[in-house]
C-alpha cells in the first residue's frame, strides 16, 4: 500500500482555487468600477443638459419681459411666450395645464402634481409687480434619452418680481418701462431697473422596463438687468 502522496497536486489544486478567487474578485471591482463610470457620466450628461436648457429658458423669458414690458403689461406672459424657439428642436410656450404626457398618475411624484395645479391659477400684476406663469417645453426625440431635452414631460413655474436693484423695492410695469424709454443720446439713464426671477423645472425620462420613469426637479433665483 502506497503512503506516499503528491504534495505538489494538492498545492496546485489549492492555487488554481487561490487564482479563480483573485479573478473572480477583480472581475467584480471591474464592474463595480464600470458601473459607477457609467452612472457619473450619465448624470453628467443630465446635469449639462439641465444646465443649457435652464439658462437658455431663463434668458429668452428675460429678454421678452424686457422688449415688450409697457403700462399694461397684464397679458405679457400669456401673449408673448408661445411657441419661442429654445434650443434647436425644444420650444417653450404659455401653458397653464402642462400635462404628464402618458406618464400614469400613480407615478407622478406629488411635487410634480403640486406645482401642475399652481400652473392652473396664473398671476398678473394687475398694477403691482409680480407675475406668476408656466412654460411647457416640447420633446426632441432625438436627444439622448436620459437627458430634459428628450423628457416625457417638462415644465417649468416661473415667478418674477420687477425690482430696483439698488434699493430691491419694487416697481411696476410702468416704472420699468420709463426707466427703459429714459436715455440720454440714446444711452439708458437708470440702469437700476431689474427683475427677480424665480424658476422651478419639472421633468421625466423614462428608464428601462415598462413604467419606469425617472422624476426631477431643479430651483434657482436669478437677478436680471437687461438695461
Given at each position: 500500500m502506497r503512503k506516499n502522496s503528491n504534495p505538489e497536486a494538492g498545492f496546485s489544486f489549492i492555487a488554481v482555487l487561490i487564482v479563480m478567487g483573485v479573478v473572480t474578485f477583480s472581475i467584480m471591482l471591474i464592474s463595480q468600477a464600470k458601473f459607477k463610470a457609467q452612472s457619473a457620466q450619465k448624470s453628467i450628461k443630465v446635469k449639462q443638459s439641465y444646465g443649457d436648457i435652464n439658462q437658455a429658458l431663463i434668458n429668452n423669458v428675460v429678454e421678452v419681459f424686457h422688449e415688450r414690458m409697457s403700462n399694461a403689461c397684464d397679458n405679457l406672459a400669456q401673449t408673448q411666450i408661445n411657441n419661442r424657439d429654445l434650443d434647436g428642436n425644444v420650444r417653450f410656450r404659455y401653458n397653464t395645464?402642462?400635462?404628464?404626457?402618458?406618464?400614469?398618475?400613480?407615478l407622478v411624484p406629488e411635487v410634480h402634481k403640486q406645482a401642475q395645479a399652481r400652473c392652473r391659477v396664473p398671476?398678473?400684476?394687475?398694477g403691482g409687480n409680480r407675475f406668476y406663469f408656466c412654460t411647457s417645453l416640447t420633446q426632441d426625440a432625438s436627444a439622448a434619452k436620459d437627458t430634459?431635452?428628450?423628457?416625457?414631460?417638462a415644465f417649468a413655474e416661473f415667478a418674477i418680481e420687477l425690482i430696483d436693484l439698488q434699493t430691491q423695492n419694487p416697481i411696476t410695469c410702468a416704472e420699468y418701462t420709463t426707466r427703459i424709454n429714459d436715455k440720454v443720446a440714446g444711452v439708458p439713464r437708470d440702469?437700476?431697473?431689474?427683475?427677480?426671477?424665480?424658476m422651478a423645472l419639472y421633468w421625466a425620462?423614462?428608464?428601462n422596463g415598462a413604467n419606469k420613469f425617472t422624476f426631477s426637479?431643479?430651483?434657482?433665483?436669478?437677478i436680471a438687468n437687461q438695461n
Open positions: 395645464n402642462p400635462g404628464f404626457n402618458g406618464v400614469s398618475n400613480t398671476k398678473a400684476p394687475n430634459i431635452l428628450n423628457s416625457k414631460y440702469g437700476s431697473a431689474g427683475m427677480a426671477v424665480t425620462n423614462e428608464a426637479q431643479k430651483a434657482l433665483s436669478y
